[in-house]
């Protein structure tokens, strides 16, 4: 095992061998295995989107199979996805990659000003299938916090004494959050602090923009003369924020959006020492040759070889 990865895995000392196992196997899968950093698959648009808006751009997405063989051919660290989507494949490709069973998601039929997801799987279902991981999402600023935090404690201590991996995706949302607050410095910083505080190993959130939502982090960010004015910086805040980038970091790639903007945010991900990114909509809504090889850049910038 290489060095960066031992590294890794010595921040996780109350974990058992087999939550670390599990946790070495994403972090040595794929085309960027052994180096530390990460590129996921995460396909649970279908429940949170809608099919039509999730699939109709590229049809053969509907097919639960194509995500899981466009994960392997991609060479990515792994592929994270609700229960019936993982129940459709998991035996197809049983030991092809690192499977994540999302725990908990939420329909797009309504417009809850403060949203709460749905339990939809079980630590008992991730070790059926094989997983290595289970995903929560909780959503920071939300009335309905309380409760998500909450589930996620029992179910992370389930999978922990099981030997999972715990992924949480943090996303600040809720009545008292402006929209811009939802990706603001400050709040995306708070909420990936949160996931760790929680118990998460890898911690997703979106990227960080230049808004500040508290008056008070304002203040403090001016105190200490906080760099904020590129990508970068604003990564390695979240990042630093994270156990002092003791805990594994990822961030989301968002609504569908070209390349080059792709490109030029994954460039600022990897310069501000975030550990990687979950592509989801910007790589299965393109046809499998073009997603091949937009997922072969991000790795390859990753790598630092773009």
Aim: hydrophobic share 40%.
């Amino acid at each position: 095992m290489k060095q960066r990865i031992r590294e890794i895995l010595s921040w996780y000392g109350s974990d058992n061998p087999g939550t670390l196992t599990n946790l070495a196997r994403i972090l040595n899968s794929g085309r960027l295995g052994g180096t530390g950093k990460l590129v996921i698959l995460p396909v649970d648009q279908g429940v949170e989107h809608g099919p039509g808006r999730s699939f109709a751009p590229n049809p053969a997405a509907y097919d639960p199979r194509y995500h899981f063989e466009l994960a392997i051919e991609a060479g990515l660290n792994a592929y994270a996805a609700p229960l019936g989507f993982l129940e459709a494949g998991a035996r197809d490709y049983a030991g092809d990659l690192p499977l994540i069973l999302k725990l908990n998601n939420r329909e797009n039929l309504s417009s809850d000003k403060d949203p709460l997801q749905s339990v939809t799987g079980s630590v008992e279902a991730a070790l059926r299938l094989g997983c290595v991981a289970i995903g929560y999402t909780v959503y920071p600023g939300s009335a309905l916090r309380t409760a998500m935090y909450e589930r996620l404690q029992e179910l992370a201590e389930e999978a922990k004494r099981h030997g999972l991996v715990v992924v949480v995706w943090s996303y600040p949302r809720g009545s008292d959050i402006s929209k811009d607050g939802e990706t603001a410095l400050d709040v995306s910083a708070y909420a990936a602090q949160i996931a760790a505080q929680l118990g998460a190993h890898i911690i997703k959130v979106k990227p960080p923009g230049p808004h500040i939502e508290q008056e008070e982090a304002h203040k403090a960010y001016e105190k200490a003369g906080l760099a904020t004015g590129t990508l970068a910086e604003r990564i390695q805040h979240v990042v630093q924020s994270s156990f002092d980038g003791r805990r594994v970091v990822i961030f989301s790639g968002g609504a569908a959006k070209g390349k080059e903007e792709i490109f030029e945010e994954i460039r600022g991900i990897r310069d501000g020492g975030g550990f990687g990114s979950i592509m989801g909509r910007n790589a299965f809504q393109r046809e499998r040759g073009e997603a091949l090889e937009l997922l072969g850049d991000a790795i390859r910038i990753y790598q630092g070889e773009l």
